[in-house]
């Protein structure tokens, strides 16, 4: 009877201890003090890109604007990225003159100007709190000439504290009466090791169709170096270098295997007034190694206004460039203009 008792007491004690438990890390604790006074308390979800993510138990999950910060208080244990790539991990306290953010964990404290953080993460979020990404789907159609024209493109990215891996779709079709349907799509992998001094390794593979600049399909890998040459809380200017090596089907004539040397920018801006407004702008050169005089070029710049909370309107152009197309005759630019609608997560 004594041992039964025992053993009823115990359930009743770890039963109680996992409520309690589970009561304490329902409690949001986080607290957010802004430049008008105001403190706002709930659970810190992530920073970055200027935006930090609270949720909170009556307001739901609300977006910060980072320059509205003045201090920060999580005892949770965070991963934080300064402005220089620099990667600090502990509890977040306000610093002891108030004017900036302390990292601090069992061995040692760092005080960071809040300017100076770009980006904040919880070291133990699952996996789905570590994944963004993004859909927009657009299309227009003219009817003189009966045009139409469907455009997707999708983007998934996963981060961890020394690496992010993300992949990327893009698709264009257009389609008109008695002309011959135009493809244009890419499928893109890309690996990025982080280093805490704002370098990186990259790694990338990919698939493109593009039957107008007079390839069927072109599979290539890059491998290469990166590093973030400007940034703060609104902007992002990312330089990189390396080499691809790319085999091209072409739709007329024989396969071809290249090697060129890749040199790319990509810009980022970001505003979180309302309306939220991003604008992201990249290009790549690629250089002709093997055939030498040959010169690649890929840009795209897209603007995007959230109009619903994670919904956006947005405008994509992109134009592709080549001196020396994989069919002779074909074209050597394609460009093309899209009104899109996405979403974000």
Not at 18 to 31: M, T, Y
Not at 41 to 50: A, F, P, Q, T, Y
Not at 281 to 287: D, E, N, S, Y
């Amino acid at each position: 009877m004594g041992s039964r008792c025992a053993r009823m007491a115990l359930a009743v004690i770890v039963m109680t201890a996992g409520l309690c438990r589970d009561a304490l890390a329902a409690v949001k604790v986080d607290v957010i003090v802004l430049e008008n006074g105001t403190r706002v308390v709930g659970e810190l979800r992530s920073m970055s890109r200027g935006r930090l993510e609270l949720k909170t138990d009556d307001m739901g999950t609300v977006q910060i604007e980072w320059g509205n910060v003045v201090q920060v208080t999580a005892p949770e244990y965070f991963e934080v990225e300064d402005m220089h790539g620099r990667l600090h991990f502990g509890s977040l306290t306000p610093s002891p003159d108030g004017k900036g953010l302390l990292v601090a964990n069992l061995r040692d404290g760092q005080v960071l100007p809040l300017a100076q953080v770009a980006r904040i993460q919880l070291v133990e979020a699952k996996f789905w709190a570590r994944i963004s990404g993004s859909l927009d789907v657009g299309a227009s159609y003219t009817s003189a000439s009966e045009l139409l024209q469907l455009d997707l493109d999708g983007s998934v990215r996963f981060r961890r504290p020394k690496f992010e891996f993300t992949a990327d779709a893009d698709a264009v079709l257009t389609r008109q009466p008695e002309v011959d349907d135009t493809r244009r799509g890419a499928l893109t992998f890309s690996y990025r090791r982080l280093f805490s001094n704002a370098q990186r390794l990259v790694a990338q593979g990919a698939i493109e169709q593009n039957r107008e600049l007079g390839y069927e399909w072109r599979s290539s890998v890059t491998g290469g170096w990166a590093r973030y040459l400007a940034r703060n809380t609104r902007n992002e200017l990312v330089g990189g270098a390396g080499l691809t090596l790319n085999h091209e089907v072409p739709v007329e004539g024989e396969e071809t295997t290249n090697v060129e040397a890749a040199v790319g920018f990509s810009y980022a801006n970001f505003a979180y007034d309302f309306p939220n407004t991003d604008i992201q702008m990249g290009v790549t050169a690629f250089i002709g190694l093997n055939q030498w005089g040959r010169f690649r070029l890929e840009s795209s710049a897209k603007l995007s206004r959230e109009v619903l909370k994670d919904f956006y309107l947005g405008i994509k152009g992109y134009e592709s460039y080549d001196s020396q197309p994989a069919t002779l005759g074909a074209q050597k630019n394609d460009w093309g203009l899209t009104a899109s609608v996405g979403w974000r997560f």
